[in-house]
T-cell receptor, first 114, second 116 residues
Framework: EAGVAQSPRYKIIEKRQSVAFWCNPI?????LYWYQQILGQGPKLLIQ????????DSQLPKDRFSAERLKGVDSTLKIQPAKLEDSAVYLC????????????FGEGSRLTVL | AQSVTQLGSHVSVSEGALVLLRCNYS??????LFWYVQYPNQGLQLLLK??????LVKGINGFEAEFKKSETSFHLTKPSAHMSDAAEYFC??????????????FGTGTQLKVEL
């Protein structure tokens, strides 16, 4: 079974530029999550989708971050414009169901903002 | 909102020694609790999960964790450390969000170092 796929693995940009990350979850997983992991910290949930609807985006900085999952399968997370403090690993995860289910994580996209 | 506290950002043990990684949760109701492991430059992998079926939970790679309601703890242990156990370990608690969905909140992580 293929795992959660993310791209790109690494991205370096200058502040005020834009960047986009892509995630393809495990086939059949209805729930998709984007987490931000800053160095030395635990992952922090940015946004959660159930199929193509947003369940929780309370921690997403909406003035600069956006995410979509238009067809309920793959998802894109965008940052525009980027700030230095956005340097982090962006982890995508998916799960079969929403309640107590195991989350399967991709390898992450490491963003460095200069 | 639920939270977890991991005591000790770095733990060092000798190969063959007991591994003990501490996690305390904040909740009056037994939640779902998880331990995840993260190897360098990789995503998180589930080690084990507590869902109230049993207080002692066995996971992969010889790890286990015991849920203690009286202490609000869910510490991770392994009787004998192996060099391959060197990684970062995250405790996490599952909460039900406003939309009825599953929200996983992670601790700050514990970096495990295994020495010869």
């Amino acid at each position: 079974e293929a795992g959660v796929a993310q791209s790109p693995r690494y991205k370096i940009i200058e502040k005020r530029q834009s960047v986009a990350f892509w995630c393809n979850p495990i086939s059949g997983h209805a729930t998709l999550y984007w987490y931000q992991q800053i160095l030395g910290q635990g992952p922090k949930l940015l946004i959660q989708f159930q199929n193509n609807g947003v369940v929780d985006d309370s921690q997403l900085p909406k003035d600069r971050f956006s995410a979509e999952r238009l067809k309920g399968v793959d998802s894109t997370l965008k940052i525009q414009p980027a700030k230095l403090e956005d340097s982090a690993v962006y982890l995508c995860a998916s799960s079969l169901d929403r309640l107590g289910g195991e989350l399967f994580f991709g390898e992450g996209s490491r963003l460095t903002v200069l | 909102a639920q939270s977890v506290t991991q005591l000790g950002s770095h733990v060092s043990v000798s190969e063959g020694a007991l591994v003990l990684l501490r996690c305390n949760y904040s909740s009056s109701v037994p939640p779902y609790l998880f331990w995840y492991v993260q190897y360098p430059n990789q995503g998180l992998q589930l080690l084990l999960k507590y869902t109230s079926a049993a207080t002692l939970v066995k996971g992969i790679n010889g790890f286990e964790a015991e849920f203690k309601k009286s202490e609000t703890s869910f510490h991770l242990t392994k009787p004998s450390a192996h060099m391959s156990d060197a990684a970062e370990y995250f405790c996490a608690v599952s909460d039900i969000d406003a939309g009825g969905g599953n929200k996983l909140t992670f601790g700050t992580g514990t970096q495990l170092k295994v020495e010869l």
